[in-house]
Each structure stands twice: as structure tokens, then as C-alpha cells.
């Protein structure tokens, strides 16, 4: 891949970040402090793509965007936001300046490099398309492939038919789930591992065993929600019915725990799993995020919590939605916040592999 970025930002750091993000790729990087120095690099060098910060002083992101659109010649460049804002409202802001796409701080550099690439080639197609009437068929279905990936990007952050909705209206419409399956997971002893090791250590090994939960869970049929430090959350009927939720979270858990062992350092881990209604949407202005909340949500992290180390805790009432599928013991009653004293359930592995766990 080649071409010319300009990287705008204020802070020195990020630019620099992202210039060392970007040049091992081939690119050539220029860089502006501000939106008044980008405009007049802009015309002087005319860039391929401008990687663009919203937040700066005198001229912020967008302004420099509407102006950079009115300028001779410069109108067809394609402009990414960075930005920390990533509500509606900042988004289509955004895009009614004559962005094409945005990066939310603090950025992955996998990301911004695959937003760049697509929207480079999105970029020289077009060019090449303006000069070859007789190539239009073809390289519009390689515009469509590309915008295709740009939607992907944005089915990785939230549940797919969420984005649709979003793309659609610039909203998401809370819904009320009936029999959905609520997964909590953490680390044993992850706050005194953290004070024994340096930082890039931990992020590492938390980074890796993430990502596998995310495949972990997605071959369960599970939704990742969220993580919160070193705990993670999914659910199981969000994006639709499945006949047995709690198999699907007990599953998904049991999974974790062994790839949790696996992986260095080989934590241990506590996961909690309840079934229930749930209300799922889209909340907060400037941290956005697609969440569930409800009775179940809240009794799941707290097995988690009273969950012993690798194994998965259930009540009662999950506990005969698989105690066919599962090997499982009485672990006793305790007292769950805001439930009183339930009768828990120690899951430690499945009878056989099961079809829909």
C-alpha cells in the first residue's frame, strides 16, 4: 500500500504515534498541529487521506474539514476522524462536515491501519474510475467490497443489527429480551498479579486471553458485551432465540476457564451465569455502548463473585436447565445481594460435547 497521510492532531505524541503506526506500511506521512497548519499542507502537498483530530485549538476537526471540502481541488480527499466522541450527535456531525469514517481515542493501531487502507483504495479506485469509463463495472464492484469491510468494521464493535439501526437512523432503540442467557467471568487474584508485574506484561496477557474469549464466545453463540478490568460479559438470545441459553453461557464458560489455563500465565478463573429477561440499548453521550440491564445481569456478576476458582456458578433454577448436559455438585447457600440466601451450583465440565454448547 503507498500514498500520502496527513496525520493532524495538537498533540505531539499521537502524531508521532501514528506516524510510526503508518510508515512501516509504506506510507508517506506528513504531519499539522493544528487545522490551520493541515489546510495549508493540504494545498501544498494535496494528500491522499488526512487522518483528522476533532478536538484542537482556534480550528477544530471539523471546520478544517468543511473548509478543506470548499478548497479547489482538495474537495475529494477523504478525511477520518479521531475522536473521544463517539455519540450519534458527534458521528453525523462528523460526517456532515465531509468526513468518511472515524477512529475513537484511545485508537488500536490494527484499526486505524485497516480504516486507511480501505479508504485509500476507495480513494484510487475512484480516481481511476473517473479516467476509465470502459473498467466502471468492475472496479464498482470492488468500491462495494471495500464499503462492505467498512461496515464490518463497524458489526465489530456493536451486535449487527444494532449498527444496521444505527446506520439507518443515527439511533438504537432499547428492546426487552425475555429468556436470555447472562455470562460474567473474572480473574483469581488478578489485582495482586497486576502489583507483581509491569504494565505492557499485563496488557499483553490480557489482550491474548480476550481475544480468545471473543472467539470463545462467538462459537457458543454468544454476544460479547463488555469488559470491565479483568471481567467479561456476553449473553446468549441477544441476537436471537436459542433453545437453551444457560447450556450456551455453561458452555462458553467451561471454554474460558481451559483456554484461561492454557494461556501464560495461566490464571484461573470464576464465571457466574444466570437466565432471565433483559432490556439491551444504547446509553451515555460520550463513551458509546451497547448494553443489557436487568435482574439477570445483576444476579450473574454477583455468582460470579461467590463462583470458586474454575468453575462455573449457577442457581437453582439454570442448574436444571443443564444438569443433563453437565457434571455438577451442591455448593451450598449463600446470601446474594439483593436475592437473599439462593442454593448455588458448582458446574465443572460437560457430560459430553453437546451441539449447542
Request: hydrophobic share 40%; aromatic share 6%.
Given at each position: 500500500?503507498s500514498?500520502?497521510?496527513?496525520?493532524?492532531?495538537d498533540?505531539?505524541?499521537?502524531r508521532?504515534?501514528?506516524?510510526?503506526?503508518l510508515?512501516?506500511?509504506g506510507?508517506?506521512?506528513?504531519?499539522?498541529?493544528?487545522?490551520?497548519a493541515?489546510?495549508?499542507?493540504?494545498?501544498?502537498a494535496?494528500p491522499?487521506?488526512?487522518?483528522?483530530?476533532?478536538?484542537?485549538?482556534?480550528?477544530?476537526g471539523y471546520?478544517?474539514?468543511?473548509?478543506l471540502?470548499?478548497?479547489?481541488?482538495?474537495?475529494?480527499?477523504?478525511?477520518i476522524?479521531?475522536?473521544?466522541?463517539d455519540?450519534?450527535?458527534?458521528l453525523?456531525?462528523?460526517?456532515?462536515a465531509?468526513?468518511?469514517?472515524?477512529?475513537?481515542?484511545?485508537?488500536?493501531?490494527?484499526?486505524?491501519l485497516?480504516?486507511?487502507?480501505?479508504?485509500?483504495?476507495?480513494?484510487?479506485?475512484?480516481?481511476?474510475?473517473?479516467?476509465?469509463?470502459g473498467?466502471?463495472?468492475?472496479?464498482n464492484?470492488?468500491?462495494q467490497?471495500?464499503?462492505?469491510?467498512?461496515?464490518?468494521?463497524?458489526?465489530?464493535?456493536?451486535?449487527?443489527?444494532?449498527?444496521e439501526e444505527l446506520k439507518?437512523?443515527?439511533?438504537?432503540?432499547?428492546r426487552?429480551?425475555?429468556?436470555?442467557?447472562?455470562l460474567?467471568?473474572?480473574?483469581?487474584?488478578?489485582t495482586?498479579?497486576?502489583?507483581r508485574?509491569?504494565?505492557?506484561e499485563?496488557?499483553?496477557?490480557?489482550?491474548a486471553?480476550?481475544?480468545?474469549?471473543?472467539?470463545?464466545?462467538?462459537a457458543?453463540?454468544?454476544?460479547?458485551i463488555?469488559?470491565?478490568?479483568?471481567?467479561?460479559m456476553?449473553?446468549?438470545?441477544?441476537?436471537?432465540p436459542?433453545?437453551?441459553?444457560?447450556?450456551?453461557?455453561?458452555?462458553?464458560?467451561l471454554?474460558m476457564?481451559a483456554?484461561?489455563?492454557?494461556?501464560?500465565?495461566?490464571?484461573?478463573?470464576?464465571?457466574g451465569?444466570?437466565?432471565?429477561?433483559?432490556?439491551a440499548?444504547?446509553?451515555?453521550?460520550?463513551k458509546?455502548?451497547?448494553?443489557?440491564?436487568?435482574?439477570?445481569?445483576?444476579?450473574?456478576?454477583?455468582?460470579?463473585?461467590a463462583?470458586?476458582?474454575?468453575?462455573?456458578?449457577?442457581?437453582?433454577?439454570?442448574?436444571?436447565?443443564?444438569?443433563?448436559h453437565?457434571?455438577g455438585?451442591?455448593?451450598?447457600?449463600?446470601q446474594?445481594?439483593g436475592k437473599?440466601?439462593?442454593?448455588?451450583?458448582?458446574?465443572?465440565?460437560?457430560?459430553?460435547?453437546?451441539a449447542t454448547?
Amino acid at each position: 500500500m503507498s500514498g500520502t497521510i496527513l496525520v493532524v492532531d495538537d498533540i505531539a505524541a499521537n502524531r508521532n504515534l501514528l506516524g510510526a503506526t503508518l510508515e512501516p506500511k509504506g506510507y508517506e506521512v506528513l504531519l499539522a498541529p493544528n487545522g490551520a497548519a493541515a489546510l495549508k499542507v493540504a494545498a501544498r502537498a494535496r494528500p491522499t487521506l488526512i487522518l483528522m483530530d476533532v478536538n484542537m485549538p482556534e480550528m477544530d476537526g471539523y471546520e478544517a474539514c468543511r473548509q478543506l471540502k470548499g478548497m479547489p481541488g482538495l474537495a475529494d480527499i477523504p478525511v477520518i476522524f479521531i475522536t473521544a466522541n463517539d455519540d450519534p450527535e458527534s458521528l453525523v456531525k462528523g460526517f456532515q462536515a465531509g468526513g468518511v469514517d472515524y477512529v475513537t481515542k484511545p485508537f488500536k493501531s490494527e484499526e486505524v491501519l485497516m480504516r486507511v487502507e480501505t479508504h485509500v483504495k476507495i480513494h484510487n479506485l475512484t480516481r481511476a474510475l473517473e479516467g476509465s469509463n470502459g473498467e466502471l463495472a468492475a472496479r464498482n464492484s470492488e468500491l462495494q467490497s471495500e464499503k462492505k469491510r467498512s461496515d464490518d468494521l463497524l458489526r465489530i464493535i456493536l451486535p449487527h443489527e444494532v449498527a444496521e439501526e444505527l446506520k439507518a437512523t443515527s439511533g438504537v432503540k432499547p428492546r426487552r429480551f425475555e429468556n436470555v442467557g447472562v455470562l460474567f467471568c473474572d480473574i483469581v487474584g488478578f489485582t495482586s498479579y497486576c502489583d507483581r508485574h509491569a504494565p505492557e506484561e499485563i496488557i499483553d496477557h490480557l489482550q491474548a486471553l480476550v481475544e480468545a474469549f471473543e472467539c470463545i464466545a462467538g462459537a457458543h453463540g454468544l454476544e460479547k458485551i463488555k469488559t470491565i478490568g479483568d471481567s467479561f460479559m456476553a449473553a446468549a438470545g441477544l441476537a436471537g432465540p436459542v433453545p437453551n441459553p444457560a447450556l450456551h453461557c455453561v458452555g462458553c464458560g467451561l471454554a474460558m476457564i481451559a483456554k484461561a489455563r492454557e494461556l501464560a500465565p495461566h490464571w484461573e478463573l470464576r464465571v457466574g451465569v444466570q437466565v432471565g429477561p433483559v432490556i439491551a440499548g444504547v446509553v451515555g453521550r460520550r463513551k458509546y455502548q451497547y448494553d443489557v440491564w436487568g435482574d439477570a445481569v445483576n444476579t450473574a456478576a454477583r455468582l460470579e463473585n461467590a463462583a470458586t476458582a474454575g468453575s462455573v456458578c449457577v442457581t437453582t433454577s439454570a442448574w436444571r436447565q443443564v444438569a443433563d448436559h453437565c457434571e455438577g455438585t451442591h455448593q451450598g447457600s449463600a446470601q446474594i445481594k439483593g436475592k437473599g440466601e439462593l442454593d448455588l451450583y458448582r458446574i465443572d465440565r460437560l457430560r459430553v460435547p453437546s451441539a449447542t454448547a
